[in-house]
């Protein structure tokens, strides 16, 4: 459920503003103002950049939300922009309106909020100041994973585009590149979209995801599909790849 959470809102705070609103569709429920959530929960308010998305129900009847906000972003060492990403889950009482951190009955100890990294690599952005650039352009980084390894991660990947293309199975630091069907999506790489680079699986440490947006929400797709980049590191320092296809859940729903 969190990890849904964190998807949901990356989903609704950067490729679909306009895809945010089906989920609302189900519900004439006004959208909460996120600076008021963030004070009746005692916390800080006004962040650089700030969205909340309807998460469902809670057992008691109170009304669930996913509320992110992102701090000022600042250029690091390694000349990408960097901005810390939090998502709180808040649970509203709809007689009073008043918010609160919601803890999951399933997982009362799950942190809450979750942290992670808004991060933009764009070469071409350098000269202009972070908070300038447009949110948009920004890819959320979970917090297991320094923004500085995302970056590393995403060169060897763009160096795969290579050894694909040239149609060698072994190249450089991958050992193994596993397309299947998918050689030809891979190889525009360079022109998707990043999404977010994660560990979706909490108990294989040595897996990071990076997805890239294959077929973005519009009038002719009604759903995103996802590029998965499976990238496994090895004690050796090699690598392998799988690639594979996904659509997130808050779009199957």
């Given at each position: 459920m969190r990890r849904f959470a964190y998807t949901a809102i990356f989903l609704a705070s950067t490729l679909m503003a306009a895809c945010a609103v089906p989920a609302s569709k189900k519900t004439d429920r006004a959208v909460p103002d996120a600076d008021k959530l963030l004070v009746d929960a005692g916390l800080?308010?006004?962040?650089w950049h700030e969205n909340v998305t309807q998460a469902g129900?809670?057992?008691?009847?109170?009304?669930?939300?996913f509320v992110s906000a992102a701090e000022k972003p600042q250029r690091a060492e390694d000349a990408e922009?960097?901005?810390?990403?939090?998502?709180?889950?808040?649970?509203?009482?709809?007689?009073?309106?008043?918010?609160?951190?919601?803890?999951?009955?399933?997982?009362?100890?799950?942190?809450?909020?979750?942290?992670?990294?808004?991060?933009?690599?764009?070469?071409?952005?350098h000269s202009v100041p972070c908070d300038q650039i447009d949110f948009k352009d920004y890819f959320l980084v979970a917090e297991d994973i320094r923004p500085h390894e995302?970056?590393?991660?995403?060169?060897?990947?763009?160096?795969?585009?290579?050894?694909?293309?040239?149609?060698?199975?072994?190249?450089g630091k991958w050992k193994k590149l596993n397309m299947?069907?998918?050689?030809?999506d891979f190889l525009r790489l360079p022109e998707l979209r990043i999404f977010m680079i994660e560990h979706e699986?909490?108990?294989?440490?040595?897996?990071v995801t990076v997805k890239y947006v294959l077929y973005p929400w519009g009038?002719?797709?009604?759903?995103?599909?996802?590029?998965?980049?499976?990238v496994r590191t090895f004690p050796d320092g090699s690598l392998e790849l799988d690639v594979g296809e996904a659509i997130p859940d808050i779009v199957k729903e």
């Amino acid at each position: 459920m969190r990890r849904f959470a964190y998807t949901a809102i990356f989903l609704a705070s950067t490729l679909m503003a306009a895809c945010a609103v089906p989920a609302s569709k189900k519900t004439d429920r006004a959208v909460p103002d996120a600076d008021k959530l963030l004070v009746d929960a005692g916390l800080a308010a006004h962040f650089w950049h700030e969205n909340v998305t309807q998460a469902g129900d809670a057992p008691d009847g109170k009304k669930v939300w996913f509320v992110s906000a992102a701090e000022k972003p600042q250029r690091a060492e390694d000349a990408e922009c960097v901005a810390r990403d939090y998502t709180w889950t808040m649970a509203v009482d709809p007689r009073d309106g008043r918010g609160a951190l919601y803890a999951y009955p399933d997982n009362p100890g799950a942190h809450n909020p979750e942290i992670g990294f808004d991060v933009n690599v764009d070469i071409s952005k350098h000269s202009v100041p972070c908070d300038q650039i447009d949110f948009k352009d920004y890819f959320l980084v979970a917090e297991d994973i320094r923004p500085h390894e995302a970056v590393d991660l995403l060169q060897e990947l763009y160096d795969a585009v290579g050894c694909v293309g040239r149609e060698e199975v072994r190249c450089g630091k991958w050992k193994k590149l596993n397309m299947e069907s998918y050689k030809d999506d891979f190889l525009r790489l360079p022109e998707l979209r990043i999404f977010m680079i994660e560990h979706e699986d909490d108990d294989a440490r040595n897996e990071v995801t990076v997805k890239y947006v294959l077929y973005p929400w519009g009038d002719k797709n009604h759903e995103f599909t996802f590029l998965d980049c499976i990238v496994r590191t090895f004690p050796d320092g090699s690598l392998e790849l799988d690639v594979g296809e996904a659509i997130p859940d808050i779009v199957k729903e």
